[in-house]
């Protein structure tokens, strides 16, 4: 053979391939909570715990890595993109637990779930924070900070992949800022950490410490809700520091190719878009009648009501999980099915955020308006549909509405199903459908079903729901109909090797 021909690598092994590279990176994410010990040099007793699975783990893949050293990188099978991002995330989950685990504290359902929680940017959680080493506590936020920005961009933007966007647009995303995913990925981080270092600067300025603000500057960017306080930010009773974590839960959940706008000044590109519109008709909507609904549960207080409607509806809609109020039970009724709507339909397309997503169901109303106004006019009639997406006028065919109409319905069916299996175990159909809405949508506000001495069942079932609320359904079914479709390829002919 030509010693200038390489060897081709292509199909599964390939995927081994990036998997080894991506082995070495989540290795690496494993250990940086350990910088923390700078600051905090007492916690040393505890860094085995995140040196043996970020050293296994890059071992691992240094080692797979050098196995393929040479080869040339073919190119993925139709749908395989599908098959290696559900197994980057299921690497990262299974890696990321081990530091958990070996507390000897949680279980392995338990760091499941919390990893999970993490990457997923959800916020469920069966850590007790007031107890807990900070090195895991920086760690929780690090995951939702990986998982928030998109596994895929963070890591392949790292290696440089000309495949990269591919499997960025198979993960759940649809923000390509620009034509590559390198420059993509910088915008997007760039964008990403300026927030993060913002938000931590006001924090500390209204008396929050230095700790405690990065944490929770990181978990509201990213949508993620995990918080350094029991009480969450509620903790604090604080106006200033409310009014920061909303901001900055607004902002990571806004698509950010409207951030692009916004930093580049064009306001009514950014104030025309979608799902910029129907936010401002879901808040002017909500906040008043939440607010009504618990004046007199606050003795008739207009402004302290006002504030709890806004910042748990806030909370909801852009999946961050954040709460101001001890308790969601004591609410009254109407207070909580509003806050579970909002946690159902989601933040902005290319946010950090989960649920059904603003543009989806938009496009839902405005296929439904299309189709009455249709039926009223005449037959042969042709009408091209439009609906205003990221500052320009984008056309929408019959595809593109159906296409919505099934992801809303594999959505709804999911949430029963989530619902009913909770249900199943004595708790009420309200809170079961409360607690499934926010493991489904990332979002994290909890009724108390979920945590430490949750039954395994129902962890299992959050989990489950996290990741495919994270991933968008899609890429998991894809994924999982790709590899049975070449397992059931190869048994005939293992099954005529035998016969011969």
């Not at 993490?118 to 990986?146: D, I, M």
């Not at 996290?466 to 397992?487: N, P, S």
Request: with cysteine; aromatic share 12%; charged share 15%.
């Amino acid at each position: 053979m030509n010693k200038m021909e390489k060897r081709v690598t292509s199909g599964y092994p390939l995927i081994i391939n990036y998997l080894g590279i991506f082995a070495f990176l989540i290795g690496f994410i494993n250990l940086l909570p350990l910088i923390l010990l700078i600051f905090i040099p007492e916690e040393l007793e505890f860094s085995h715990y995140f040196l043996i699975p970020g050293l296994t783990s890059i071992m691992v893949g240094s080692f797979i890595i050098f196995l393929f050293r040479g080869r040339e990188k073919g190119k993925l099978e139709r749908h395989q993109d599908a098959v290696l991002v559900v197994a980057i995330w299921l690497l990262a989950i299974l890696i990321s637990s081990v530091p958990f685990i070996l507390s000897g504290t949680y279980n392995f359902t338990q760091s499941i779930f919390e990893v999970t929680s993490g990457f997923s940017t959800t916020g469920l959680t069966v850590v007790n924070v007031e107890s807990v080493p900070k090195l895991f506590l920086l760690f929780r936020s690090l995951l939702q900070f990986f998982g928030g920005v998109g596994l895929v961009l963070v890591l392949t933007s790292a290696i440089s992949d000309k495949f990269g966007m591919r499997l960025y647009s198979a993960e759940g995303h649809s923000d390509k800022l620009m034509p590559n995913l390198i420059k993509s990925g910088r915008t997007i981080l760039s964008i990403y950490i300026g927030y993060i270092a913002i938000g931590s600067l006001f924090y500390v300025l209204f008396g929050m410490a230095p700790f405690d603000a990065i944490n929770h500057s990181i978990c509201a960017v990213a949508t993620g809700g995990f918080s350094t306080q029991s009480g969450s930010i509620g903790a604090y009773n604080s106006v200033p520091i409310e009014i920061t974590t909303m901001v900055l839960m607004i902002l990571g959940g806004t698509n950010f190719f409207v951030h692009l706008m916004l930093i580049k000044g064009k306001m009514k590109n950014v104030f025309n878009h979608v799902e910029i519109k129907l936010l401002g008709i879901l808040l002017v909507i909500f906040i008043p009648l939440m607010t009504i609904n618990v004046l007199s549960f606050y003795d008739g207080r207009f402004f302290y009501s006002l504030r709890i409607s806004s910042f748990q509806f806030i909370s909801a809609i852009t999946g961050t999980g954040y709460q101001t109020v001890p308790s969601f039970l004591t609410l009254p009724s109407f207070f909580i099915l509003a806050i579970i709507i909002p946690m159902v339909l989601g933040a902005g397309m290319g946010s950090t955020a989960g649920g059904m997503k603003q543009y989806r169901v938009a496009l839902a109303f405005k296929s439904m308006y299309w189709n009455i106004k249709d039926q009223l006019t005449h037959k042969k009639t042709i009408r091209t549909h439009f609906i205003n997406k990221l500052g320009a006028k984008t056309i929408v065919d019959k595809d593109d509405i159906i296409q919505n109409h099934s992801f809303l319905m594999i959505y709804l069916i999911v949430l029963i199903l989530g619902t009913l299996v909770f249900s199943s175990y004595g708790y009420s159909i309200r809170d079961s459908l409360f607690e499934f809405a926010s493991a489904l949508g990332t979002v994290g506000l909890s009724v108390g079903i979920t945590g430490y001495t949750a039954h395994p069942i129902i962890l299992w079932t959050s989990t489950v729901g996290m990741f495919l609320g994270r991933l968008e359904f899609y890429v998991v079914f894809v994924a999982i109909a790709k590899i049975t479709q070449d397992i059931s390829k190869k048994k005939p002919k293992t099954i005529k090797k035998l016969e011969s």
